[in-house]
């Protein structure tokens, strides 16, 4: 993923900002108040790539949490001048990351979701909705597979299909707000999908 990641990078964080925006106006104009732009967590943050070029130029305070702690040492060297907003780095894997009660407007999760178990990824949501402030918002970004679940053989990640994503996001009590394709993906490559997902 990392080649076709750096490959895609302008057009990718160009593109969700665009779609945050959008998700963030369709939950204002359902009358459910709007979506804050003070803080945000970013999940399997590694060096803060999400968090320099997507969160941080929008949200007042980010914090990084992710299982290697050696990405989140050369994180701050990476975010640069924008490391002055970083609240937290946490170093832990997401099957035992608790976010804090109600502090965040977005909690972010992009290509980190696969190394999760169904059962772990399920109480990780959990965990996430108490994490949301009154109008917060999920945001995933994952590669889906078409017909049935893929299981990396070299670092045993799981590409789910979108009906498993579906049951896993109905079993958490989250509702999908939207979801998008991520355009200009290699076709030989899982195509992505990114889901703006409520409480």
């Not at 200009?184 to 999908?193: A, D, I, R, S, W």
């Amino acid at each position: 993923m990392a080649g076709v990641d750096k490959c895609l990078h302008f057009e990718t964080e160009q593109e969700c900002q665009q779609w945050y925006s959008d998700a963030a106006e369709y939950w204002q104009g359902g009358g459910a108040g709007s979506v804050g732009c003070t803080y945000a967590l970013d999940c399997g943050a590694g060096i803060g790539r999400v968090s320099k070029d997507l969160l941080l130029p929008i949200f007042t305070k980010v914090d990084l949490v992710e299982q290697n702690k050696k990405f989140l040492d050369k994180a701050p060297e990476h975010l640069g001048e924008y490391a002055a907003k970083v609240g937290n780095y946490y170093a832990e894997g997401l099957q035992t990351f608790t976010p804090e009660a109600g502090k965040y407007d977005v909690i972010w999760c992009q290509w980190v979701l696969s190394h999760l178990t169904d059962g772990d990824l399920l109480a990780f949501f959990n965990r996430c909705k108490s994490g949301l402030n009154c109008n917060g918002l999920i945001f995933v970004k994952e590669n889906v597979a078409k017909r049935k679940s893929a299981v990396d053989d070299d670092d045993h990640s799981v590409t789910r299909t979108m009906t498993a994503f579906r049951k896993i996001f109905s079993d958490a009590g989250l509702r999908i707000l939207q979801e998008k394709n991520q355009p200009y993906f290699p076709k030989e490559n899982f195509p992505v999908k990114m889901f703006a997902l409520s409480v």
